[in-house]
């Protein structure tokens, strides 16, 4: 099992900017997919971004592209989502997920996510 804490949340106004972090625990072997999703209220959960173990390839949702940047620390087993330039729209709870490599980009394990607000 894979266990996932999320951090950094809050309340921030728009254009500003906030850092979640995501600290893995557990068998982090199974963790060279780890990525951010969001769930804004009403609205269907949503991919954001991912990164891989070993080459730190990255992928952004488009809504996000140049305004938000994924990192990560094996060394520290931490998820990164650095956020600049925040809209309302940005509003949501941010949850980390992680999955192993089976060939394809899956989740097996999420954090209980961390609360996103944005005011305009």
């Known amino acids: 099992q894979v266990q996932l804490v999320e951090s950094g949340g809050g309340l921030v106004q728009a254009g500003g900017s906030l850092r979640l972090s995501c600290a893995a625990s557990g068998r982090t072997s199974r963790t060279y997919f780890m990525g951010w999703f969001r769930q804004a209220p009403g609205k269907e959960r949503e991919f954001v971004g991912s990164?891989?173990?070993?080459?730190?390839?990255?992928r952004y949702a488009d809504s996000v592209k140049g305004r938000f940047t994924i990192s990560r620390d094996n060394t520290q087993n931490t998820l990164y989502l650095q956020m600049n330039s925040l809209k309302p729209e940005d509003t949501a709870v941010y949850y980390c997920a992680a999955g192993p490599n089976r060939g394809y980009e899956g989740y097996d394990y999420w954090g209980q996510g961390t609360q996103v607000f944005v005011s305009s």
């Open positions: 990164i891989t173990y070993n080459d730190g390839r990255t």
